[in-house]
Nanobody
Framework: QVRLVESGGGLVQPGGSLRLSCAAS????????IGWFRQAPGKEREGVSC????????FYADSVKGRFTIIRDKTRNTVYLQMNNLKPEDTAVYYC??????????????????WGPGTQVAVSS
Protein backbone atom coordinates (compact mmCIF):
# COMPACT_ATOMS: atom_id res chain seq x y z
CA GLN A 1 0.00 0.00 0.00
CA VAL A 2 1.42 3.36 -1.04
CA ARG A 3 1.64 5.74 1.88
CA LEU A 4 3.27 9.11 2.48
CA VAL A 5 3.77 10.61 5.91
CA GLU A 6 4.98 14.09 6.75
CA SER A 7 6.76 15.06 9.95
CA GLY A 8 8.74 17.94 11.38
CA GLY A 9 6.04 20.57 11.73
CA GLY A 10 5.59 22.68 14.83
CA LEU A 11 5.54 26.15 16.30
CA VAL A 12 8.47 28.42 15.52
CA GLN A 13 9.20 32.12 15.94
CA PRO A 14 9.57 34.39 12.92
CA GLY A 15 13.04 34.03 11.47
CA GLY A 16 13.34 30.47 12.69
CA SER A 17 13.79 27.24 10.75
CA LEU A 18 12.09 23.90 10.39
CA ARG A 19 12.84 20.84 8.33
CA LEU A 20 9.88 18.87 7.10
CA SER A 21 10.28 15.23 6.13
CA CYS A 22 8.23 13.19 3.67
CA ALA A 23 8.71 9.46 4.15
CA ALA A 24 7.24 6.78 1.93
CA SER A 25 6.11 3.22 2.46
CA UNK A 26 4.89 0.77 -0.13
CA UNK A 27 7.04 2.31 -2.84
CA UNK A 28 10.34 4.09 -3.28
CA UNK A 29 9.94 7.79 -3.87
CA UNK A 30 13.45 8.06 -5.27
CA UNK A 31 12.15 7.71 -8.82
CA UNK A 32 9.13 9.99 -8.76
CA UNK A 33 8.17 13.61 -8.73
CA ILE A 34 7.62 14.76 -5.18
CA GLY A 35 5.90 18.00 -4.30
CA TRP A 36 5.28 20.04 -1.19
CA PHE A 37 2.03 21.94 -0.86
CA ARG A 38 0.49 24.01 1.87
CA GLN A 39 -2.96 25.20 2.81
CA ALA A 40 -3.72 27.99 5.21
CA PRO A 41 -7.18 28.46 6.75
CA GLY A 42 -9.57 29.95 4.24
CA LYS A 43 -7.09 29.68 1.38
CA GLU A 44 -6.60 27.31 -1.51
CA ARG A 45 -3.90 24.67 -1.52
CA GLU A 46 -0.67 26.18 -2.85
CA GLY A 47 2.26 24.47 -4.53
CA VAL A 48 5.36 25.38 -2.51
CA SER A 49 8.13 23.30 -4.03
CA CYS A 50 8.75 20.15 -6.01
CA UNK A 51 11.56 18.04 -7.41
CA UNK A 52 11.67 16.08 -10.65
CA UNK A 53 12.47 12.42 -11.09
CA UNK A 54 16.09 13.14 -12.01
CA UNK A 55 16.47 15.85 -9.35
CA UNK A 56 17.56 18.20 -12.13
CA UNK A 57 14.36 20.21 -12.08
CA UNK A 58 13.00 21.94 -9.03
CA PHE A 59 10.27 24.49 -8.48
CA TYR A 60 9.80 27.06 -5.76
CA ALA A 61 6.89 29.40 -5.29
CA ASP A 62 7.96 33.05 -5.45
CA SER A 63 6.93 33.49 -1.83
CA VAL A 64 9.52 30.95 -0.62
CA LYS A 65 12.41 31.38 -3.08
CA GLY A 66 15.69 31.84 -1.30
CA ARG A 67 14.25 30.57 1.99
CA PHE A 68 13.08 27.00 1.29
CA THR A 69 15.09 24.13 -0.18
CA ILE A 70 13.80 20.76 -1.32
CA ILE A 71 16.20 17.86 -0.82
CA ARG A 72 15.87 14.23 -1.84
CA ASP A 73 17.79 11.69 0.26
CA LYS A 74 17.77 8.48 -1.72
CA THR A 75 19.45 6.50 1.04
CA ARG A 76 16.55 7.23 3.38
CA ASN A 77 13.70 7.17 0.82
CA THR A 78 12.79 10.61 2.11
CA VAL A 79 12.31 14.09 0.70
CA TYR A 80 12.91 17.08 2.93
CA LEU A 81 11.75 20.65 2.82
CA GLN A 82 14.25 22.85 4.62
CA MET A 83 12.50 26.06 5.62
CA ASN A 84 14.59 29.01 6.82
CA ASN A 85 13.72 32.56 7.79
CA LEU A 86 10.13 31.56 8.40
CA LYS A 87 7.45 34.22 8.32
CA PRO A 88 3.97 34.32 9.86
CA GLU A 89 2.50 33.99 6.38
CA ASP A 90 4.15 30.57 6.10
CA THR A 91 1.70 29.27 8.69
CA ALA A 92 -0.28 26.41 7.11
CA VAL A 93 -0.73 22.67 6.96
CA TYR A 94 2.03 21.30 4.76
CA TYR A 95 1.49 18.25 2.58
CA CYS A 96 3.83 16.14 0.51
CA UNK A 97 2.58 14.39 -2.58
CA UNK A 98 3.88 12.00 -5.21
CA UNK A 99 3.29 12.13 -8.95
CA UNK A 100 4.00 8.68 -10.34
CA UNK A 101 3.54 9.58 -14.01
CA UNK A 102 5.36 12.82 -14.74
CA UNK A 103 9.08 13.39 -15.27
CA UNK A 104 9.15 17.11 -14.56
CA UNK A 105 7.47 18.73 -11.61
CA UNK A 106 5.15 21.66 -11.21
CA UNK A 107 2.90 23.42 -8.68
CA UNK A 108 -0.42 22.14 -10.07
CA UNK A 109 -1.80 19.60 -7.55
CA UNK A 110 -3.85 17.70 -10.15
CA UNK A 111 -1.10 15.32 -11.40
CA UNK A 112 -0.17 14.19 -7.92
CA UNK A 113 -1.55 10.73 -7.17
CA UNK A 114 -0.73 10.21 -3.53
CA TRP A 115 -0.86 12.60 -0.60
CA GLY A 116 0.23 12.53 3.00
CA PRO A 117 -2.09 13.60 5.84
CA GLY A 118 -0.20 16.85 6.42
CA THR A 119 1.80 18.45 9.20
CA GLN A 120 1.01 21.78 10.84
CA VAL A 121 3.51 24.63 10.71
CA ALA A 122 2.81 27.70 12.82
CA VAL A 123 5.04 30.77 12.75
CA SER A 124 4.30 33.17 15.55
CA SER A 125 6.01 35.19 18.25
Amino acid sequence: QVRLVESGGGLVQPGGSLRLSCAASGFTLNYYVIGWFRQAPGKEREGVSCISTSDSNTFYADSVKGRFTIIRDKTRNTVYLQMNNLKPEDTAVYYCAADLKSLLCGPDPDPYNYWGPGTQVAVSS
